[in-house]
């Protein structure tokens, strides 16, 4: 059967595939021209597509469609008209500077002393040492700041850990930065002698925000949401280990009986509609 006149379709077919899903094939209709009088002009999607696609069969390989990327996923037009979708259920990227880049926690010195993450979905500011704030969090103006309550030394910093020796007596203190822009951070207590510190059963961090208003429930997790009661960042109660003990699974403490124990908290920032972040208490 011949289209009406006036009316020509082009069909538009592409492979979606998603990290840890099953792949499943689209095929959708976009108009290309009414007629010959009267010419529908493309869209910035479908320009983007039409280039995309004129790019990938000169060059014989895959090009992204950028106007379509986001932190989730990426269009790519194929040699033969095709398009692939390629789509995570976590954030894989961030926009810096007009371009998408890979996330990357890894921890670069800024020029006050302090140190920033290359790429991640949140912006995070670790201390570079003496009274800024531990972890400085912005994310999309929403920001959250925790302060350690003595003055810290300089960190050590590999890729995206920083170590602060000797927070107090032979208790050192590790930081690590993820990819969300959240990070965890480890109390690692060294001695016997260190765990009778009874600084460590009353540590408190103190805490400024923007943006957001922070809320503890009665097992001790954290939230922090904005003024619609959107969740921003969340935290659970923070936990304690034996580390000389062996298997991987950390073992809560009730008490002081080991000279080597780890607290840690963790926190992230929110992930879009994901499972919102995490933040130490």
């Known amino acids: 059967m011949n289209p009406p006149r006036g009316r020509r379709m082009r069909w538009l077919t592409g492979i979606i595939t998603v990290s840890g899903m099953t ?9 290309a021209h009414a007629d010959d009088t009267q010419v529908n002009t493309p869209g910035p999607l479908q320009s983007a597509e039409i280039a995309a696609a004129a790019q990938a069969r000169s060059t014989g390989q895959p090009t992204p469609v950028d106007y379509a990327t986001d932190p989730y996923s990426v269009l790519s037009a194929n040699p033969d008209g095709t398009f692939t979708q390629d789509v995570s259920a976590s954030p894989q990227r961030v926009k810096k500077d007009g371009s998408w880049v890979p996330l990357d926690p890894t921890l670069h010195r800024n020029g006050d002393g302090t140190y920033s ?5 949140a912006a995070l500011t670790l201390s570079g040492g003496g009274s800024t704030p531990l972890a400085a969090m912005d994310d999309a103006g929403k920001q959250l700041a925790f302060s350690w309550p003595t003055v810290l030394p300089a960190p050590s910093v590999t890729a995206s850990s920083a170590l602060y020796s000797n927070v107090l007596p032979d208790v050192d203190l590790s930081v690590q930065a993820n990819s969300q822009g959240g990070f965890t951070e480890t109390i690692i207590v060294k001695t016997a002698q260190a765990a009778q510190n009874p600084a460590l059963s009353t540590l408190n961090l103190g805490t400024s925000s923007t943006g957001v208003n922070l809320s503890a429930d009665s097992a001790g997790n954290l939230s922090a949401t904005d003024d619609t009661g959107t969740l921003i960042f969340h935290a659970p109660a923070p936990v304690m280990w034996d580390s000389t003990t062996s298997g991987s699974t950390p073992q809560l403490l009730t008490a002081r009986r ?19 972040p995490r933040l130490p208490r």
């Open 258 to 276: 080991s000279p080597r124990k780890r607290k840690q908290n963790r926190l992230r920032p929110r992930t879009g509609p994901r499972p919102a």
């Open 23 to 31: 792949a499943s094939l689209f095929t959708a209709a976009i108009p």
């Open 117 to 121: 993450t290359a790429a991640t979905s």
